[in-house]
């Protein structure tokens, strides 16, 4: 499916399943959250914590898909479609990045 498919698609199961958006300020609280429960698995998969014996299910896929159902309500709310905005944001980055990452010596 497409970005733009899937921004539908959340549209259609918030106004049925889920009967209506939470605000905006929810959502991005709601966000944070589930930002935070990626950062979590993160830290401890390829981090340097250790996983708690009620934390040994956890489920990385999972978790960003909730982040990106998340941010695509708060992109519908805000009337922002994802897929364009992502094109031009690539556009921009390759213009600006064209040759900082080659140069980088970081990088090499």
Avoid at 6 to 25: C, H, K, P, V
Avoid at 43 to 70: H, I, N, P, T, W
Avoid at 88 to 94: A, Q
């Amino acid at each position: 499916m497409t970005i733009t498919e899937a921004q539908q698609i959340i549209d259609r199961w918030i106004n049925t399943t889920g009967i209506r958006y939470f605000n905006e300020l929810t959502n991005t609280a709601i966000l944070m959250e589930e930002v935070g429960e990626v950062a979590r698995i993160m830290a401890r998969k390829y981090g340097e914590q250790s996983f708690k014996k009620s934390d040994e299910q956890v489920d990385l896929a999972d978790e960003m898909a909730d982040v990106l159902f998340v941010l695509m309500c708060l992109a519908n709310q805000t009337g922002i479609d994802l897929e364009e905005a992502l094109a031009k944001n690539l556009e921009k980055k390759t213009i600006r990045d064209a040759e900082r990452h080659k140069n980088n010596e970081k990088l090499k």
